[in-house]
């Protein structure tokens, strides 16, 4: 079963515009990651962050983690058009499930040239 | 250096018929998972390995799934008497750790897209 469910289902934006994607998960975890996924391709490892950290950055990626509220958010800026994909959040339950990510539904973001 | 790969990329077989899904981790890496993935759903797990010892099956769906890594390395996921429900995308990934002091990022393989008829 999904853990974690992603705000908004759906979002399209101009090249140029950050765009924001939210994560809501359920249980208490060891880190949480975040992936991207093309049409028709794999899923790609993005950034990871860790429980007791907040904030993490990665090139035009900024992913932020409130542990206290259950949920992360990904901010892509300056946005391209190659940045058109699915983006999904899965987390790391370690503590209590083993090792497997449990992932999220995904925000599909369109990026107009 | 080679990333997961996975074979076939395609499968269309008929209800009833078993069939087997390889996946062939990168080099080196310890552990070794599996998931499914439905058309606009995220991935879902089904079992993971650490060397040849399969750690957690509960992500399995009945009996008629089951997976083996017997060397540690290349891994087959195999589904018995295949029904139209069955029909996903199958997707392995490898992570070169799994401990609890280590970080678990998973490099995830092109998939196989299986279709039961």
């Known amino acids: 079963s999904q853990q974690g469910e992603e705000d908004p289902q759906a979002l399209s934006i101009q090249e140029g515009e950050n765009a924001t994607m939210n994560c809501s998960y359920k249980t208490s975890i060891n880190n949480l990651q975040w992936y991207r996924q093309n049409s028709g391709r794999g899923l790609v490892h993005l950034i990871l962050?860790?429980?007791?950290?907040r904030e993490k950055h990665s090139g035009r990626l900024r992913v932020t983690l409130d542990t206290s509220k259950k949920s992360s958010s990904l901010l892509i800026t300056a946005s391209r058009a190659a940045d058109t994909a699915s983006y999904f959040c899965?987390?790391?339950?370690?503590?209590?499930?083993?090792?497997?990510?449990?992932f999220g539904e995904g925000t599909q973001l369109t990026v107009n040239p | 250096g080679a990333g997961v790969s996975q074979s076939p990329r395609y499968k269309v077989t008929k209800r009833g018929q078993d069939v087997a899904l390889r996946c062939d981790p990168i080099?080196?890496?310890?552990?070794l998972y599996w998931y499914r993935q439905a058309l606009g759903q995220g991935p879902e797990f089904l079992t993971y390995f650490n060397y040849e010892a399969q750690q957690d099956k509960s992500g399995l769906p009945n009996d008629r799934f089951s997976a083996e890594r017997p060397e540690g390395s290349i891994s087959t996921l195999t589904i018995q008497r295949t029904e139209q429900r069955d029909s996903a995308m199958y997707r392995c990934?490898?992570?070169?750790?799994?401990?609890?002091?280590?970080?678990?990022?998973?490099?995830f393989g092109p998939g196989t897209r299986l279709t039961v008829l």
């Open positions: 899965a987390t790391d339950a370690r503590k209590t499930s083993g090792s497997r990510l449990t």
């Open positions: 990934a490898s992570s070169l750790k799994n401990t609890f002091s280590s970080y678990n990022e998973q490099f």
């Open positions: 080099s080196g890496h310890v552990s």
């Open positions: 962050i860790r429980s007791n950290e």
